[in-house]
């Protein structure tokens, strides 16, 4: 474990935080989990196409790899006619080519939907915090939901207990503020947005 932390300049353990699992309730979620999964390595150096990345399950998306017998494919695939070719545009392309919007509109924002991504987003980002993790979550969910449409952001507010305007905009100053002397919420806030598209 040490070697490891020293080559990547990291300390303690080497996976922090539990696993964590959210469930896909439907099939926008699918696509959009699935791109999410297969665009990560484009964060990765040296990474400037999904196709660059030999452990990525895209190039077995595509056909170009052996399919194991645990990996399923045909129901991502069947999205798209089982063309390969219109799976790979859907991946390869920033915008997502429009697939995910012909599922219609998205589920309204809820905090039983919202909490699980919030919490993944905190154990992938915690190391980037200043302080504790502890207590953070509820802060996040109130800066994601600043991020919202007025009517999303005031359903998931009231959610969090938040019912009369003064308590909003009080909650969300604190937010604010706690967010301005700690910046790396703001980057755990964007990952929960793209968890959440």
């Given at each position: 474990m040490r070697h490891a932390n020293e080559r990547a300049g990291r300390d303690g353990p080497l996976f922090r935080g539990r696993f964590r699992s959210i469930v896909v309730a439907d099939d926008r979620q699918l696509l959009a989990?699935?791109?999410?999964?297969?665009?990560?390595?484009?964060?990765?150096?040296g990474v400037t196409s999904v196709d660059d990345y030999r452990w990525s399950s895209h190039r077995t998306y595509l056909g170009h790899r052996h399919r194991p017998a645990w990996m399923r494919t045909d129901e991502v695939l069947g999205h798209f006619g089982v063309d390969r070719r219109a799976f790979h545009a859907f991946v390869g392309d920033d915008e997502g080519g429009g697939v995910i919007e012909r599922f219609g509109p998205r589920r309204p924002f809820d905090v039983d939907v919202i909490a699980p991504m919030v919490e993944l987003a905190l154990d992938e980002c915690s190391d980037l915090l200043e302080s504790a993790p502890q207590g953070v979550a509820r802060t996040l969910m109130i800066l994601f939901a600043a991020r919202l449409s007025d009517s999303d952001r005031l359903?998931?507010?009231?959610q969090l207990g938040f019912v009369d305007a003064v308590r909003i905009s009080a909650a969300t100053r604190r937010a604010m503020r706690r967010a301005a002397s700690e910046p790396a919420l703001w980057m755990i806030v964007e990952r929960i947005i793209d968890l959440t598209a």
């Open positions: 989990t699935t791109r999410y999964i297969h665009r990560n390595a484009l964060d990765l150096p359903a998931l507010m009231a």
